[in-house]
């Protein structure tokens, strides 16, 4: 055992009576949720970037955190991982995701940084053996150090491709060894500051052919779990080509990806894309890319990402109940892709944060499942759209524009606006939350 979490007891559920800080008022692992376990629905996921490798800077500071385990050395790297699996065990999650970058220090060359990353993967599977949590997914960064300033897969110079192929080779290859349910791209750097210096069709053509031979080494070497992109609009680039789950699915399309890839959604990128995070989830339902999430919120009044934990059950009920009526995860997870702010200095801070964090989306499931499992709103959305159940309605998708055109005139159609009954459906969800 290290030091850094000493006299914080194990976060077991007490229900809402509960008076200590420690301890979780709605999150109970083993309730049953529309017949699947609470655990089972939200497989919870702690980052490791934001917990244990961010120093607690922003755009305008740099490091507030000082942490036992910063450093450069495998000792330090080690370490790390100690504290880490100690705060799983705290809060009993089931997974953890993690870039390479977080887990092994940068070496001199590739070699080196590659056994770095061997020998720290050696030392994390140890840890999965003698601990409950287990990988939930594994990422490349691909977006830090400087050779990434102009892009990894869409970088105009192509020895910089090379390196990004055998870093995510790399991290492909240990996220199968620890048993990895998924796999993660986020390309941060993936896209342009200005069209002036900017060939689009090259670099969205050299991202294409990066994702397509990413699926092609996943069979190659049997990793069954899914691939999964992360959409995201802007900040760091101020164009990227992962936009959003709508234009990721158009790129996927292009490449003949959309049956082997799917998205990993944040709430955070959702709001810099101008949408709502449960409008995201809908979309990638609707379209069968959904996969897994990113769980944070924005500061509405602040132009960036940043990453908060959630805190709003209300608002995450809309979310985890477009979860719900997508038949819930099968290979992701509620991955916390959230920091503490940089000036919660102690480790209480960052127990406590994923205690809240964790609360509020069972509270959020809870009201969720209760209103899919009254039926109400499905009722009401059925009902809204019956009209196309009809021979009629169905006969006219299938024939042409004369043949729709026709049945104005034949049946003398002078339809009526009805109510969306907005209203009223906002009133009803209230009542579940």
């Given at each position: 055992m290290t030091e850094f979490f000493k006299d914080i007891p194990a976060v077991k559920y007490e229900g809402e009576a509960a008076t200590s800080e420690?301890?979780?008022?709605?999150?109970?692992?083993?309730?049953?949720?529309?017949?699947?376990?609470?655990?089972d629905h939200l497989r919870f996921a702690v980052a490791y970037w934001h917990s244990f490798a961010w120093p607690g800077g922003d755009p305008f500071g740099g490091q507030t955190f000082e942490r036992p385990w910063f450093g450069d050395s495998m000792d330090l790297a080690r370490l790390k991982a100690d504290v880490a699996f100690e705060m799983f065990d705290i809060l009993g999650v089931p997974f953890y995701c993690f870039h390479d970058a977080d887990v092994r220090p940068e070496g001199a060359t590739f070699a080196e940084s590659k056994r770095n990353l061997d020998a720290m993967v050696d030392y994390l599977g140890q840890k999965q053996e003698s601990h409950k949590a287990k990988l939930l997914w594994g990422t490349?960064?691909?977006?830090?150090?400087?050779r990434w300033m102009s892009g990894a897969a869409t970088n105009p110079d192509p020895d910089v491709y090379a390196y990004a192929a055998a870093t995510v080779k790399a991290n492909m290859d240990a996220t199968m060894k620890l048993g990895g349910q998924n796999y993660v791209l986020w390309g941060g750097r993936e896209g342009y500051e200005t069209l002036l210096n900017t060939d689009l069709a090259a670099e969205r053509a050299h991202a294409g052919r990066f994702l397509q031979q990413v699926v092609e080494y996943k069979h190659k070497i049997g990793f069954k779990g899914a691939i999964l992109i992360e959409p995201k609009p802007q900040e760091p680039s101020k164009h990227q080509y992962d936009y959003d789950v709508a234009t990721v699915y158009g790129f996927l399309k292009d490449f003949g990806l959309e049956g082997e890839v799917q998205t990993n959604i944040e709430q955070g990128h959702a709001i810099l894309a101008g949408h709502s995070f449960e409008h995201e989830i809908a979309m990638a339902a609707s379209l069968g890319i959904f996969g897994s999430i990113d769980m944070n919120r924005n500061d509405y009044q602040s132009g960036w990402d940043t990453d908060q934990f959630p805190n709003n059950h209300a608002e995450k009920a809309v979310a985890f109940y477009e979860i719900l009526r997508a038949g819930g995860y099968t290979t992701g997870g509620t991955n916390f892709d959230a920091k503490i702010r940089r000036q919660s200095l102690d480790p209480e801070?960052?127990?406590?944060?994923?205690v809240g964090g964790m609360d509020t989306c069972a509270r959020a499931l809870k009201c969720a499942a209760a209103m899919?499992?009254?039926?109400?709103?499905?009722?009401?959305?059925?009902?809204?759209?019956a009209g196309w159940e009809t021979p009629a309605a169905q006969a006219m998708l299938e024939g042409g524009l004369e043949?729709?055109?026709?049945?104005?005139?034949?049946?003398?159609?002078?339809?009526?606006?009805?109510?969306?009954?907005?209203e009223r459906l906002e009133n009803l969800w209230n009542k579940y939350i």
């Open positions: 420690f301890a979780f008022r709605h999150y109970n692992p083993d309730e049953v949720v529309l017949g699947k376990r609470m655990e490349a960064n691909l977006f830090s150090n400087r801070d960052l127990i406590l944060a994923h899919l499992e009254s039926d109400e709103m499905e009722a009401n959305r059925r009902t809204r759209y043949a729709a055109a026709a049945r104005v005139t034949a049946e003398r159609l002078e339809p009526q606006p009805k109510s969306g009954r907005q």
